[in-house]
């Protein structure tokens, strides 16, 4: 019996290096979803709105979007409307649907008068579930200086 020398062929090493291929697929395709659903988050109509402490967004089965800009113009679902038109925007609205959220979202320059003719308008039109949007109180605690009034 000769003893010899077994000699073992070393296998394959294990590879060190991270895949980044699904990575990067992933990656580019949060990207096209971002760019895709970006314009449809933000309203097209510019207003500084108030800030509150207890503003957070709610969310309505059924809402339109009532805005009134700093000039009193009254936007319906980013449609500028007359007073008169809104009114019978408004009154359709409320016949079909009556339990139809308005979210309303007025300009911090807008007079309270103006505010309070939409506000009745929708009341009038049978729509009485009335939210105000606001923007979130300043992160760092400090407290949010009104702007000058006009």
Request: glycine content about 8%; overall charge negative; proline content about 9%.
């Amino acid at each position: 019996m000769s003893f010899g020398r077994l000699e073992r062929t070393q296998g394959p090493q294990p590879m060190s290096d991270i895949n980044m291929t699904p990575l990067v697929d992933v990656m580019l395709v949060l990207v096209v979803i971002f760019i895709l659903t970006a314009p449809l988050l933000a309203s097209s109509i510019r207003l500084d709105l108030p800030r509150s402490e207890g503003a957070t967004p709610g969310t309505a089965p059924q809402f339109v979007t009532l805005v009134v800009d700093a000039a009193g113009q009254a936007y319906l679902d980013d449609q500028p409307l007359a007073q008169a038109a809104l009114a019978e925007r408004l009154r359709r609205i409320g016949a079909e649907r009556p339990d139809t959220e308005v979210q309303l979202r007025a300009d911090a320059a807008v007079p309270y008068g103006r505010v309070v003719e939409v506000m009745g308008a929708a009341h009038l039109a049978g729509l009485s579930r009335i939210g105000f949007v606001a923007e979130p109180a300043a992160a760092s605690g400090a407290p949010v200086q009104p702007s000058p009034s006009r």
